[in-house]
């Protein structure tokens, strides 16, 4: 139950395409559901974050969809650019309690 | 402001030593957690420190330990180590703590490989 299941597990998508990852949970007691992005030789760095009150969020070029119905959330990255190429993580938390990594997804954007 | 440093970057050991990794937090940050990476597992949460006390842990066996200092700065231990091991280890700082929405901060990671 505390799992957060993320696909797929990598992604090849030319450049300008729209890439999209997804993740499931399974525990409703989950209020925060932050994406981080990590490049090769760093750690990873948090990109966007939503919570369960709000079916899409918007920063740039990457969104978030949720669906709390589905216990499900996503990551689009709009006219993707190779410099996006890196791990992706979804996550998932809730208050005084540890958060969970989804397993990651390793995009890559052909030029 | 300074990011959060860890070292060493890189460990070789062999099956049965221990290894002891440290990570400087960011100023001003008195949470530190600790994460192994593997390619199989992904990012999974060894354990939280927050002033000095061990405030979260994962499901990890006893082998991995850790300690937090006055000054915030972090230290983990895993003894008897076995191949299983190898792994990126990461540490995170944030102001408040890893759960909700208190943003973490990661340094480069450890990697340490068991031969």
């Known amino acids: 139950q505390q799992q957060v299941k993320q696909s797929p597990q990598s992604l090849i998508v030319q450049k300008g395409g729209i890439p999209i990852i997804n993740c499931a949970y399974e525990n409703t007691a989950f209020d925060y559901f932050p994406w981080y992005q990590q490049f090769p030789g760093k750690g990873p760095a948090l990109l966007i974050a939503i919570r369960p009150d709000v079916s899409e969020k918007k920063e740039g070029r990457f969104t978030i969809s949720f669906n709390k119905s589905a216990k499900q959330f996503s990551l689009h990255i709009m006219d993707s650019q190779p410099g996006d190429s890196a791990t992706y993580f979804c996550a998932a938390s809730m208050s005084d309690d540890k958060i969970i990594f989804g397993k990651g997804t390793r995009l890559h954007i052909l030029p | 402001k300074a990011g959060v440093t860890q070292t060493p970057r890189y460990l070789i050991k062999t099956r049965g030593q221990q290894v002891t990794l440290s990570c400087s937090p960011i100023?001003?940050?008195?949470?530190v957690s600790w994460y192994q990476q593997t390619p199989g597992q992904g990012l999974q949460f060894l354990f939280e420190y927050f002033s000095e006390t061990q405030r979260n842990k994962g499901n990890f066996p006893g082998r991995f330990s850790g300690r937090q200092f006055s000054n915030s700065r972090s230290e983990m231990n895993v003894s008897t180590l076995e191949l299983g091991d190898s792994a990126l280890y990461l540490c995170?700082?944030?102001?408040?703590?890893?759960?909700?929405?208190?943003?973490?901060?990661f340094g480069p990671g450890t990697r340490l490989t068991v031969l």
């Open positions: 100023s001003g940050h008195r949470s």
């Open positions: 995170a700082s944030s102001l408040a703590g890893s759960s909700g929405d208190n943003e973490q901060f």
